[in-house]
C-alpha cells in the first residue's frame, strides 16, 4: 500500500520567515517517485518538483528547498524568506514503481500574512 | 500552447441527470487521469488510463464511469449524479503509461449537484 500524510493542515506565517512543510510517505516498494504541487488561491494545480527513490540529493530552486530523507521516509518542503505570494495549499505526492496509482496527501495551507 | 482543456468549468445541476465533463489533452500523453478534491481530504483519484483503451480504478471510483476511445480525450461521465458528488474535479495527464512523471492539470470543474 501507499500513503502520505502531510500532518499540518494549516500553516500561518509572517513575511520573510521561513517554513518547512512536512510530507511522510509510506511504500513498500524500493523504486517510487515524490512530488509537491502547489496550488494558488487561483485553483490550478503546478508542479513543483519530482524526485525517485535513488536520488537522495536534496534540491534547491531559489527561496524553495526540498530535503528527502529515506531513513524517515520523508519529503520536506521549505520555503526561506516567505512572500505574499507564496499563500497555497501544497500538496505532497507519491506513485510506486510498479503502481499505475498516484496517491496524494491531504495538502497543508500556508499563509504568509504581510 | 500544451494545455489539459475541460469543460465545463462550472456545472449546477440536479440528482439523478447524467452528465459528462470532458477532458482533452495536446501532447500527446499516454498517462491520463481524473482526481475529485474536497475539503480536508486532499486529491484523491477517480479512473486513470494508461493508454488507449485501457482504464482502471482509482481509490474513489463509485458513480462514475470513465472512456478512452482517443488518446487525447478522457471524459468522466457521471450516469446518475448525487449530492455527495458535488466536488472540485481535475483531470491531467503525463508521459508515459504510468504517473512517474509529472502531470500536468487542467483548470477544474466545479459541480454542484442539487
Known amino acids: 500500500a501507499q500513503k502520505v500524510t502531510q500532518a499540518q493542515t494549516e500553516i500561518s506565517v509572517v513575511e520573510k520567515e521561513d517554513v518547512t512543510l512536512d510530507c511522510v510517505y509510506e511504500?513498500?516498494?524500493?523504486?517510487?517517485?515524490l512530488f509537491w504541487y502547489k496550488q494558488p488561491p487561483s485553483g490550478e494545480l503546478v508542479f513543483l518538483i519530482r524526485?525517485?527513490?535513488?536520488?537522495?540529493q536534496n534540491e534547491i530552486s531559489g527561496r524553495y528547498s526540498w530535503n528527502f530523507q529515506k531513513s524517515t521516509s520523508s519529503f520536506n518542503f521549505t520555503i526561506t524568506a516567505s512572500q505574499v505570494v507564496d499563500s497555497a495549499v501544497y500538496f505532497c505526492a507519491l506513485v510506486q514503481g510498479g503502481s499505475e496509482k498516484l496517491v496524494f496527501g491531504k495538502g497543508t495551507k500556508l499563509t504568509v500574512n504581510p | 500552447e500544451a494545455q489539459v482543456t475541460q469543460n465545463p468549468r462550472y456545472l449546477i445541476t440536479v440528482t439523478g441527470k447524467k452528465l459528462t465533463v470532458t477532458c482533452s489533452q495536446n501532447?500527446?500523453?499516454?498517462?491520463m487521469s481524473w482526481y475529485r478534491q474536497d475539503p480536508g481530504l486532499g486529491l484523491r483519484q477517480i479512473y486513470y488510463s494508461m493508454n488507449v483503451e485501457v482504464t482502471d480504478k482509482g481509490d474513489v471510483p463509485e458513480g462514475y464511469k470513465v472512456s478512452r476511445k482517443e488518446k487525447r480525450n478522457f471524459p468522466l461521465i457521471l450516469e446518475s449524479p448525487s449530492p455527495n458528488q458535488t466536488s472540485l474535479y481535475f483531470c491531467a495527464s503525463s508521459l508515459g503509461s504510468k504517473p512517474h512523471q509529472p502531470q500536468h492539470f487542467g483548470d477544474g470543474t466545479r459541480l454542484s449537484i442539487l
Open positions: 524526485r525517485n527513490s535513488f536520488d537522495e
Open positions: 501532447m500527446n500523453h499516454e498517462y
Open positions: 511504500t513498500r516498494d524500493t523504486t517510487y517517485y
